[in-house]
């Protein structure tokens, strides 16, 4: 198992973008499916007028693939951002621990990596976000449906917060034998409620 353990620099920034977005309602989308230019316009239209970030370049003659369903975003603090109608995707790539090339007598040793480097981000997100309205862990009964049906499938922590018309999950992958886990890390994730929901 390889690891590398990185400053929380872009963690730090992505998370207070994050945090700056008080009402999520207004960025999440009517969730159809549907893709191509025509919503993929109107869901860039709607994230900028609710918030700072600024599209990847796009004018009048871009062409947006049949098959594309979000666009990127870059904040003021030059976080990049994965938008679709359902969820945020926050790149943050050169921030925090992970352990990547598992091997099979790793298992063990990348759970008690996670475990140990969890706290650390957590209270990060808790800086940024306030105190969240659930944290679990994956040995406690019930995990994997105690906030929400399938929730904690996957994941070995697993926190979230409900800021409107959102909800921000910070979790750790679950590493497992069978089949194996050949990386772990702990990673956030902003599901966006239905449009006017």
């Keep these: 198992m390889k690891t590398l353990d990185r400053p929380l620099d872009d963690d730090d920034r992505a998370m207070a973008d994050i945090a700056e977005v008080r009402d999520w309602r207004r960025l999440g989308g009517p969730q159809t499916g549907q893709t191509g230019a025509v919503p993929v316009r109107r869901l860039i239209k709607r994230v900028k007028s609710a918030t700072n970030w600024k599209p990847w370049p796009i004018n009048r003659r871009t062409v ?5 369903d979000g666009w990127g975003f ?9 938008v679709y109608d359902d969820q945020v995707l926050p790149h943050s790539p050169f921030s925090g ?5 598992i091997e099979a007598w790793d298992v063990d040793a990348a759970a008690e990596g996670l475990d140990e ?3 650390q981000k957590f209270n990060l997100a ?3 976000w306030g105190q969240p309205s659930y944290v679990g862990v994956d040995s406690k009964t019930g995990f994997d449906d105690d906030w929400a049906p399938g929730a904690g499938i996957g994941r ?5 917060w409900t ?14 034998l ?10 956030y994730v902003v599901y966006l409620n239905e449009e006017g929901t």
């Design 156 to 160: 070995r922590h697993l926190a979230v």
């Design 117 to 119: 480097h969890w706290p």
């Design 126 to 128: 808790c800086r940024h």
């Design 178 to 187: 069978k089949p194996l886990t050949v990386s772990v890390g702990i990673n």
């Design 163 to 176: 800021p409107p018309g959102a909800e921000i999950h910070l979790y750790s992958n679950r590493p497992t």
């Design 64 to 68: 947006i693939d049949d098959q594309l």
């Design 97 to 101: 621990w992970v352990a990547f090339s």
């Design 74 to 82: 870059l904040t003021r603090r030059n976080t990049e951002l994965a």
